[in-house]
């Protein structure tokens, strides 16, 4: 079992940059599957980026270029560093654990989530 919490959300200006942090609990944080995903309001969940249990990222074609995904397994701890962000990017972001290997995009692919962190850009 692994529990995640997410923090560092807030309200920032377009083109500015906020570091999130997704704290787990557990043991084995560096056997997981890490990813982060964000939701707007009356949208789906869509997938962001997400890191391999070696630290390989992979992102969705809207942030590449602006977020950096980083974990520190030492910490239990994965990052998700917003750079350049746009209004578009308003969303609550959580991130998620998954126990098989291999990043994938859809939801249903992750077996722990946290509780989501309220991102907001205004223009």
């Known amino acids: 079992q692994v529990q995640l919490v997410e923090s560092g959300g807030g309200l920032v200006q377009a083109g500015g940059s906020l570091r999130l942090s997704c704290a787990a609990s557990?043991?084995?944080?560096?056997?997981?599957?890490l990813g982060w995903f964000r939701q707007a309001p009356g949208k789906e969940r869509e997938f962001v980026g997400g890191?391999?249990?070696?630290?390989?990222?992979y992102y969705t074609d809207s942030v590449k270029g602006r977020f950096t995904i980083a974990r520190d397994n030492a910490k239990n701890t994965v990052y998700l560093q917003m750079n350049s962000l746009k209004p578009e990017d308003t969303a609550v972001y959580y991130c998620?654990?998954?126990?098989?290997?291999?990043?994938?995009?859809?939801?249903?692919?992750?077996?722990?989530w946290g509780q989501g962190t309220q991102v907001t850009v205004s223009a």
């Open positions: 998620a654990a998954r126990r098989i290997a291999g990043v994938v995009t859809n939801i249903v692919g992750y077996d722990y």
């Open positions: 557990g043991r084995t944080f560096s056997s997981y599957v």
């Open positions: 890191s391999s249990r070696s630290g390989n990222t």
